[in-house]
């Protein structure tokens, strides 16, 4: 210890990680089984109404082919199928990593088997980075929708 009052406290440095060895609480535990099965009821609606979707696209599809096509373009069904095709993929996902967090949990209260509860941990884990990032393209295309806003205020502003 130093005998200067104003100097910086010192510490040595810990590679030791504090809750190594911690074990989960029957709190968190009645927490992870109380979400669990809401988990896996929102994974499994999800993925029936991605089925509905599919269906729906698959019958816009056909359907469009019975239209009559517009000179110059032709049948709408590949624009159709490239225009709904992300969302469809991205709440595949989405639903995906709810599922298995739920899923995974339910396996871990079973077995006891951190494995387990890492996997789900691991999958919320994605569900976030990727709700996050779609967040990031959301605030990005709002950002460029402004801009364009703004660009075309001022140049219909300009023709006057």
């Known amino acids: 210890m130093s005998d ?31 979400a669990s099965p ?19 696209l698959l019958t816009a599809i056909i359907g469009s082919n019975f239209l009559p096509s517009i000179p110059g373009i032709g049948s709408l069904s590949p624009f159709i199928f490239v225009a709904y095709l992300p969302f469809l993929v991205i709440p595949f996902f989405l ?3 709810v599922f298995q ?19 789900a941990f691991k999958n919320n884990k994605s569900l976030w ?13 709002f950002a460029l929708m402004l801009i364009g806003g703004i660009i075309a205020a001022i140049f219909a502003a300009s023709q006057f």
């Open 95 to 97: 639903v995906f990593f």
């Open 4 to 34: 200067n009052p104003y100097e910086s406290p010192q510490a040595e440095a810990s590679t030791e990680n504090p809750l190594s060895g911690r074990v989960l609480t029957e709190k968190m535990l009645f927490y992870l089984r109380g």
């Open 38 to 56: 809401w988990l896996r009821f929102v994974g499994i609606t999800g993925f029936v109404f991605l089925g509905l979707a599919v269906i729906g």
């Open 101 to 119: 967090f739920g899923r995974k949990i339910q396996v871990y209260l079973q077995t006891g088997d951190y494995a387990d509860l890492e996997d």
């Open 129 to 141: 980075t990727l709700m996050g990032v779609l967040y990031i393209i959301s605030l990005a295309g």
